[in-house]
């Protein structure tokens, strides 16, 4: 869906009845649309919000929905590694400033605690190729036995309703489960 940011054109138009936004079952008809297009295309569903046929997935932006370790280079670009994320300077002249003057230019940067980087994990796993719990455990280790009290109903209640599927260790979101991935997300703890 179409999230409007404060202070932009758009949603002041938005705001003045200039624009009408579509509704939420317009927007998921034409979500499913778009699933039902491309996928018969020979297009992957291979996040919540991109295809590609295969072998030709993003590869820079797998890295970051697999949680794996990744470099940024440029003005605005995020690193993470090994649970630290830091991100450089959005304006060039400050950027290359910095570059010159201190060998870098990393504007600010966070050590991610353990529960962020689970609530991360959870999130960018599924949205894209599904939650695998055997992934889960080798990183966070026990923490996972803690996770999966607070939310095994919950699962087992979008199983039941077809939002995810759970086969061999994998909780997978469903096209069903793609088009409210925002709304299943928020009820994870």
């Not at 579509?22 to 996040?47: P, V």
């Not at 030709?56 to 440029?74: I, Q, R």
């Not at 991100?87 to 050590?111: H, R, T």
């Not at 992934?135 to 995810?164: D, Q, S």
Request: proline share 1%.
């Amino acid at each position: 869906s179409l999230i409007l940011e404060r202070g932009t054109i758009l949603n002041k138009m938005v705001l003045d009845g200039k624009v009408k936004i579509a509704d939420e079952d317009y927007d998921a008809e034409l979500y499913q649309t778009t699933i039902d297009f491309l996928t018969s295309k020979g297009f992957d569903h291979y996040e919540v919000s991109n295809f590609a046929k295969p072998g030709f997935e993003c590869v820079h932006n797998n890295a970051y929905w697999h949680y794996t370790d990744y470099f940024g280079f440029g003005t605005s670009a995020h690193s993470f590694i090994k649970g630290e994320r830091w991100w450089n300077f959005s304006s060039l002249k400050m950027y290359i400033d910095k570059i010159e003057n201190s060998g870098n230019a990393v504007a600010g940067s966070e050590l991610i605690s353990s529960e962020k980087a689970i609530d991360e994990f959870v999130m960018l796993e599924l949205r894209s190729s599904g939650l695998n719990l055997n992934k889960f455990e080798n990183l966070f280790g026990t923490e996972i036995k803690e996770w999966l009290k607070k939310n095994y109903h919950y699962f087992e209640l979008l199983k039941n309703l077809n939002f995810v599927t759970i086969d061999d260790n994998i909780i997978k979101l469903t096209p069903k489960g793609y088009a409210v991935c925002d709304e299943i997300l928020s009820e994870i703890h």
